[in-house]
């Protein structure tokens, strides 16, 4: 089609307006989703929900500048647009069929909510805080502030695992390594005492210790693992640092050895008494 014939089913008159509109529509939704952030910022309590009224009012934003753009710019009312409507469109869709795809699952996601902006998510080999989902991809923010753009479309056919669930707390799960021969019931105390006096500690629900034996490498050892709630997803590691270096630290304290330095200790034991055995054992008896 010749794109003089285009031409007539475009208003252009009604071309500034439109591009009014659109940058109207970029201003809004920028301040918008700054202010609600702020907003989240200083009202921790409700930052998770602040998060996602800013997921989807950017979502309806963008829907609704599309809409007034293609009302005030196109004429609509030609049938002859239509059809030619309809066979860009199906051009369209071939170009951009991953495009479109991921925008699909952009509303999914939004409606049907497996996780939420603000949640904790492990997806594939990256595992962060979902800062934005959007019409085309999902930004994740690792724990070592790299900044992950994962698209929609991927979501739908493989699993992701949310940890708070849109909840602010979340679990943290620390293990702990002790030599098997070791006072566990007191290393299993100095854990649970270290959770349940840490300054990120979320007290309204429980701190659990579970103890197991289990073989690490060609060792025996006794694992205690902790599983406790942070107050606030954000301070997930700053918890489970902070435990750690208190739990070592009172190990220290009360003599309980760690799998590394009792098996060193054995093996030097082990070669200490192996000379002597060495040293004690009789010679030839002289040469008459």
């Known amino acids: 089609m010749d794109p003089q014939d285009l031409v007539r089913f475009i208003h252009v008159d009604r071309i500034p307006f439109a591009l009014l509109v659109l940058v109207v529509g970029v201003v809004v939704v920028r301040f918008s989703a700054r202010f609600l952030d702020q907003l989240g910022e200083r009202f921790t309590d409700r930052r998770l929900l602040l998060k996602k009224v800013a997921a989807l009012s950017r979502f309806f934003i963008y829907l609704l500048i599309v809409v007034i753009i293609s009302t005030s710019v196109l004429a609509l009312e030609s049938e002859a647009l239509l059809a030619v409507a309809g066979s860009i469109g199906v051009a369209v869709g071939f170009a951009f069929k991953d495009l479109l795809a991921s925008v699909i699952a952009g509303v999914i996601l939004l409606m049907d909510q497996p996780f939420q902006v603000g949640d904790r998510v492990t997806f594939g080999t990256y595992y962060g805080e979902v800062k934005e989902i959007g019409l085309r991809s999902v930004r994740v923010v690792t724990l070592d502030d790299n900044l992950v753009t994962i698209p929609n479309a991927l979501f739908l056919s493989e699993a992701v695992a949310s940890a708070n669930a849109g909840q602010l707390d979340a679990m943290v799960v620390v293990p702990f390594y002790i030599a098997a021969a070791e006072d566990y019931e007191k290393a299993q105390e100095i854990v649970r005492e270290a959770a349940l006096t840490s300054a990120y500690v979320y007290v309204e629900k429980p701190v659990v210790t579970l103890v197991s034996d289990e073989f690490l490498g060609e060792r025996f050892v006794t694992i205690i693992r902790l599983k406790a709630y ?57 040469a008459q």
Do not use: Q, W
């Open 230 to 286: 942070v107050f606030d997803a954000r301070y997930e590691k700053a918890f489970s640092s902070d435990i750690t270096r208190r739990v070592k630290s009172a190990f220290r304290s009360s003599e309980i050895r760690g799998p590394d330095i009792a098996y060193r200790d054995l093996d030097l034991n082990h070669g200490v008494e192996t000379l002597m055995d060495i040293a004690t054992v009789p010679g030839p008896p002289p």
